[in-house]
């Protein structure tokens, strides 16, 4: 018998730690399950699916992308598209959802909540992952996303609660009040979510109850996993949109870069959030900054080098690009 497909978006602000939460339950998922990840990056190269699946293969984990920061653009077509090809190409026995940490996830709900996903998805438990030390930041609680991030959720994750001092959590549970929210709050570190918590049913039956804050739909180029690198090596690719600016980078695999320079030139950019692998002369390392602290990661095997940059100013990008190249060579 065909049975709707328990589908969970994973969402949070930028560097929360949505991906290191996927990989987490990917890691713990039952070993006879096929389960499908989509993710949505703001930036336009794309890096987090390749992160995920670099540690999946093999293993009953199907990822599809949707670069460019607007999972619902046209309707939310480029999602749907990309969702229809992992339900059909993988067969998943659950979804999970990760819209960019700049996206409104109301309008992904909506999108699945169509008519002709009813037979076939069964949206359950959406999880907001919040750094709550933030609540003091108005660049948060000011923004729009980040509040409407909490409105929607089924479950309030507190992030990084190793990293608190104080009365954070109980900070976290009034500031839900003042949203007008109520959804059950729990801690958790280094992504270690339960997965009894994706399986509480969605309360997005009146979803329209949760005020929906227009969001622009900005110009911009979404990159193409069947574009060309032009044969200079290497493919930049802007955008721009909820007040924040990204560029990013995709090298050609002939490109191998000195990791005695990579590692403190990335650690010297100031930026809302940088993601990058890159192969280099001392094997091939994922590197991700969140709050001005720089994680690196062993793998195994990428298809090519990327970063990208996302910050509320935009970068020199230019003199980024000279600076990368000077520190690689091309064979």
């Known amino acids: 018998?065909?049975?709707?497909?328990?589908?969970?978006?994973?969402?949070?602000?930028?560097?929360?730690?949505?991906?290191?939460?996927?990989?987490?339950?990917?890691?713990?998922?039952?070993?006879?399950?096929?389960?499908?990840?989509?993710?949505n990056e703001f930036g336009e190269v794309?890096?987090?699916?390749?992160?995920?699946?670099?540690?999946?293969?093999?293993?009953?984990?199907?990822?599809?992308?949707?670069?460019?920061?607007?999972?619902?653009?046209?309707a939310g077509i480029p999602m749907q598209v990309a969702l229809s090809q992992l339900i059909r190409q993988a067969k998943p026995d659950?979804?999970?959802?990760?819209?960019?940490?700049?996206?409104?996830?109301?309008?992904?709900?909506?999108?699945?909540?169509?008519?002709?996903?009813?037979?076939?998805?069964?949206?359950?438990?959406?999880?907001?992952?919040?750094d709550a030390r933030k609540l003091s930041d108005l660049r948060?609680?000011?923004?729009?996303?980040?509040?409407?991030?909490?409105?929607?959720?089924?479950r309030v994750v507190a992030h990084k609660a190793d990293l608190y001092s104080g009365n954070e959590i109980e900070q976290l549970v009034n500031y839900l009040q003042t949203l007008a929210c109520d959804p059950p709050v729990v801690?958790?570190?280094?992504?270690?979510?339960?997965?009894?918590?994706?399986?509480?049913?969605?309360?997005?039956?009146?979803?329209?109850?949760?005020?929906?804050?227009?969001?622009?739909?900005?110009?911009?180029?979404?990159?193409q996993a069947d574009e060309e690198i032009p044969e200079c090596g290497y493919l930049r690719k802007d955008n721009q949109s909820e007040g924040y600016f990204s560029s990013g980078w995709i090298f050609s695999p002939e490109f191998e870069f000195d990791y005695s320079k990579l590692e403190p030139f990335l650690m010297g950019i100031e930026a809302e959030r940088l993601k990058a692998v890159f192969i280099t002369n001392e094997g091939i390392f994922a590197f991700n900054?969140?709050?001005?602290?720089?994680?690196?990661?062993?793998?195994?095997?990428?298809?090519?080098?990327?970063?990208?940059?996302?910050?509320?100013?935009?970068?020199?990008?230019?003199?980024l690009e000279r600076q990368l190249l000077a520190m690689a060579v091309r064979y």
């Not at 948060?140 to 089924?154: C, G, I, K, M």
Request: proline share 4%; glycine share 6%; net charge negative.
């Open 1 to 39: 018998m065909f049975r709707q497909i328990p589908t969970n978006i994973i969402t949070g602000f930028l560097g929360v730690g949505k991906t290191t939460a996927i990989q987490y339950l990917l890691t713990h998922k039952p070993a006879d399950e096929r389960w499908a990840v989509l993710v």
């Open 46 to 74: 794309g890096i987090d699916a390749g992160l995920l699946s670099n540690e999946q293969q093999a293993t009953g984990v199907f990822m599809r992308e949707v670069p460019g920061g607007c999972m619902c653009c046209a």
């Open 94 to 130: 659950r979804i999970l959802i990760e819209p960019t940490g700049l996206g409104h996830p109301l309008e992904v709900i909506r999108v699945l909540q169509q008519p002709h996903y009813q037979d076939v998805l069964d949206l359950r438990s959406t999880i907001t992952l919040v």
């Open 140 to 154: 948060y609680t000011d923004n729009d996303t980040f509040n409407q991030q909490l409105q929607v959720a089924d």
């Open 187 to 223: 801690s958790c570190t280094e992504g270690q979510l339960s997965l009894t918590w994706l399986d509480t049913g969605s309360q997005h039956s009146s979803i329209n109850d949760v005020e929906s804050q227009q969001h622009s739909h900005d110009q911009h180029d979404h990159f």
């Open 289 to 319: 900054m969140a709050d001005s602290v720089l994680k690196v990661q062993a793998l195994d095997e990428v298809m090519d080098s990327r970063i990208e940059i996302i910050g509320q100013q935009p970068v020199d990008a230019a003199a």
